[in-house]
């Protein structure tokens, strides 16, 4: 099935570690995007690609980074300096071109700092 | 900057009651709009986008929204609520010029009563 696959679902962070978030799509889209999602404030861009090998920071970029070197991949890595890196993240993608081309969303993954 | 009001943070209606969720956008270009649903621990699902086509849009599960730029609103309504549609609401916004990304509202808790 085509899709959007975040990994892990659930994921717990030592103080001090980096983890990486996984984001996979088999749509062949072009753009890519993370959202940071906290109760009560929506979702919060964090970054988005609009093509391999490019990518540009969104609201919340710090303490984040990504990498876009294949198509279908657009991994997450929260860093140490990220002081509050708990939250729910989702990850999503578009075909590009026209803004008004539907954004799709994975099913999310939850990360919990311990 | 685009920006996205969603008026409520939370609505309570009965079941059979009219549903209205209040969307108000600022943009300076021509935005596309968009209505996600999010159920519990799950990721965003389309229900419906303005891209200029049609003022009056119909989505999944019932809902439509109508498109007014003099009053720069976007709201969501749908005649008559079912329990199945508790959930949370997000409207988003987005142009081809600028950021091409979704900016979201803070989200509205629709909770329909028995």
């Known amino acids: 099935d085509g899709g959007i696959t975040q990994s892990p679902k659930y994921l717990f962070r030592k103080e001090g570690q980096n983890v990486t978030l996984s984001c996979e799509q088999n749509l062949n889209h072009d753009a890519m995007y993370w959202y940071r999602q906290d109760p009560g404030q929506g979702l919060r861009l964090i970054y988005y690609?609009?093509?391999?090998?490019?990518?540009q920071k969104g609201d919340i970029a710090e303490g984040y980074s990504v990498s876009r070197e294949k198509k279908e991949s657009f991994p997450l890595t929260v860093t140490s300096a990220q002081k509050n890196p708990t939250a729910f993240y989702l990850c999503?993608?578009?075909?590009?071109?026209?803004?008004?081309?539907?954004?799709?969303f994975g099913e999310g993954s939850w990360l919990t700092v311990v | 900057a685009q920006s996205v009001t969603q008026l409520g943070s939370h609505v309570s209606v009965s079941e059979g009651a009219l549903v209205l969720l209040r969307c108000n956008y600022s943009s300076s270009v021509p935005p596309y709009l968009f209505w996600y649903v999010q159920y519990p621990n799950q990721g965003l699902q389309l229900l419906l986008k303005?891209?200029?086509?049609?003022?009056l849009v119909k989505g999944i599960n019932g809902f439509e929204a109508e498109f007014k730029k003099s009053e720069t609103s976007f709201h969501l309504t749908k005649p008559s609520a079912h329990m199945s549609d508790a959930a949370e609401y997000f409207c988003a916004v987005i142009s081809d010029t600028g950021r091409r990304a979704l900016t979201f509202g803070s989200g509205t808790r629709l909770q329909v009563q028995p």
């Open positions: 690609s609009q093509i391999v090998n490019d990518f």
């Open positions: 999503a993608s578009s075909i590009g071109g026209s803004s008004g081309n539907t954004i799709y």
């Open positions: 303005y891209t200029s086509a049609a003022t």
